[in-house]
Nanobody, 123 residues
């Protein structure tokens, strides 16, 4: 069974960098045809796609966050990591990692996702 687990600090100060790691078990992040994403949910904004790293290591980011976002991976640990710099309270959300079999699809394309981790940006 595929499982994804997010980890990282729950509180980040404004202007700092948010860093979250997704640990995947039951599947390899290098398996051809699968795409690994970060999405976030916050009251009033619904679900937002943050970015995706492909099985080959290519990355794609949502345009309005692209200048502050970086997704990388550690294939030896079967993990991928989100870094979001210069955070503001607007970045407060529950962050999920997820897998899909379609690149740049929508929420219906995620077949597995983590339970999510609350990140609050506050001084």
């Amino acid at each position: 069974q595929v499982q994804l687990q997010e980890s990282g600090p729950g509180l980040v100060k404004p202007s700092q960098t948010l860093s979250l790691t997704c640990t995947v078990s039951g599947a390899s992040i290098t398996t051809v045809g699968y795409y690994w994403s970060w999405i976030r949910q916050s009251p009033g904004k619904g679900e937002e796609w943050v970015g995706t790293i492909t099985y080959g290591g290519s990355t794609y980011y949502t345009p309005f966050l692209e200048s502050r976002t970086s997704i990388s991976r550690d294939t030896s640990k079967n993990q991928f990591t989100l870094q979001l710099s210069s955070v503001t309270p607007e970045d407060t959300a529950v962050y999920h990692c997820a897998r899909s079999g379609r690149l740049l699809g929508g929420p219906d394309d995620y077949d597995y996702r983590g339970q999510g981790t609350q990140v609050t940006v506050s001084s």
